[in-house]
């Protein structure tokens, strides 16, 4: 059954906003400085080490590249069967918020294109589970309720693939990485897309991603500068 959220959902909403921008605003004069127009965010590997929050570049479809921090973790997790991760809320100087989860996008708020407001699972996350062990299962269905149009309780098949190992570039320095393709099924629509990660090949954890957060929404690319949990 496809649910209707009230209106009154956007007022918890615009509580973290207003929590997390009085957060951000003590970093967002000093990250204001590395903001180009012309390229927009690009930071040293020293500025990046020397603000005391983890941090990563976002790209949205064509726009430019932005920088966004870690303005608040929530260990209470929407999705019930996930309690063993943190959701992180990141936000940009224009208070775009990308919400993550081992990784993955679960929700956005504010973005230029549309938002996903929810994805809902009741088994656990491929990527939390561990996408370099070999026996991590390689299928996952969940649920996709995203906005404009008021769609909700899409049904989305995703399938993984390991790739061979590769070298890429992060934060000025390079990282050996496997690389994973998941493709997203939602047989509603019959449509299908690609969603890809490129993970610690021996801790698993996501480094780079270049995501469709829902269907008829741009990629959005995520980069790692400072991961959660590191010191600054």
């Known amino acids: ?5 009230p209106s009154f959902f956007l007022i918890p909403l615009l509580m973290i906003l207003m929590g997390c921008s009085q957060k951000f605003q003590d970093v967002n004069d000093s990250v204001t400085q590395w903001v180009t127009p012309s390229k927009g965010a690009e930071l040293s590997s020293k500025e990046i080490g020397n603000i005391p ?4 570049y976002a790209t949205i479809g064509n726009r430019k590249q932005a920088f966004m921090v870690l303005a608040f973790t929530d260990s209470s997790p929407t999705n019930t069967n996930q309690t063993t991760t943190p959701e992180l809320k990141w936000l940009s100087k224009d208070n775009v918020m990308i919400v993550t989860q081992h990784g993955r996008i679960i929700r956005t708020r504010r973005a230029p294109d549309g938002d996903l407001i929810q994805l809902h699972a009741t088994t656990r996350d491929p990527l939390q589970q561990g996408l370099h062990r070999k026996n991590t299962p390689t299928t996952w269905h969940y649920q996709l309720d995203w906005q404009p149009g ?22 000025h320095q390079l990282h050996q990485v496997l690389p994973i393709v998941e493709t997203v099924t939602v047989t509603e629509l019959q449509l299908s897309y690609d969603n890809l990660y490129w993970l610690h090949p021996q801790t698993g954890s996501v480094l780079k991603s270049k ?5 008829n929404l741009p990629y959005i690319e995520l980069v790692h500068l400072k991961r959660y949990g590191e010191s600054s």
């Open 1 to 5: 059954m496809r649910r209707i959220y």
């Open 53 to 56: 929050y983890a941090s990563l």
């Open 150 to 171: 008021y769609h909700f309780g899409y049904q989305a098949h995703a399938i993984f693939t390991r790739l061979p190992l590769e070298t890429i570039k992060i934060n």
């Open 211 to 215: 995501q469709i957060p829902a269907p």
